[in-house]
C-alpha cells in the first residue's frame, strides 16, 4: 500500500515536500513514480525514482524545481517541489512497478493522493 501526504495552500513562488510511505516488503526493489491530475486535465507522469535513486521520465513543465528522492530505510520517496505555480495545482499521487514508465496502467499499485493548491 502506498499513502502520500504533504499536500496543501501554498504561494506561488513557495515550496513543498511530498511524502509517499510504502507498506509491506520489497520496497527497495520498486520504482515509485508521481502523478498529478489538475482540474479539467488529465493525468500526467510528474517524475519517477528507479531502485537504484536515479530519476526518470521528469515532465519538462517541472525540470530544475522538482526533485525525487528516495529513503530506502523508511520505505519512503519524497516529491522535493520549489518555485510552485500556478499550473502546479493538482492531487498527486505516488505509484510503484517494476520500473519506471510513462504510462499510468504500468503501475500495479497507487496511493490515494494528496491535494497541493497553488495560489495566493
Known amino acids: 500500500q502506498l499513502q502520500a501526504s504533504g499536500g496543501g495552500l501554498v504561494r506561488p513562488g513557495g515550496s513543498v515536500r511530498l511524502s509517499c510511505v510504502v507498506s509491506?516488503?520489497?520496497?527497495?526493489?520498486?520504482?515509485i513514480a508521481w502523478f498529478r491530475r489538475a482540474p479539467g486535465k488529465k493525468r500526467e507522469v510528474v517524475t519517477c525514482?528507479?531502485?537504484?535513486?536515479?530519476?526518470?521520465h521528469t515532465a519538462d513543465s517541472v525540470k530544475g524545481r522538482f526533485t525525487v528522492s528516495r529513503n530506502n530505510a523508511e520505505n519512503t520517496v519524497y516529491l522535493q517541489m520549489s518555485n510552485l505555480k500556478d499550473e502546479d495545482t493538482a492531487v498527486y499521487y505516488c505509484?510503484?512497478?517494476?520500473?519506471?514508465?510513462?504510462?499510468?496502467?504500468?503501475?500495479?499499485?497507487w496511493g490515494p493522493g494528496t491535494q497541493v493548491t497553488v495560489s495566493s
Open positions: 525514482v528507479t531502485m537504484f535513486g536515479r530519476s526518470a
Open positions: 505509484a510503484a512497478a517494476d520500473g519506471c514508465y510513462n504510462i499510468a496502467y504500468e503501475y500495479d499499485d
Open positions: 509491506g516488503p520489497g520496497f527497495g526493489r520498486l520504482a
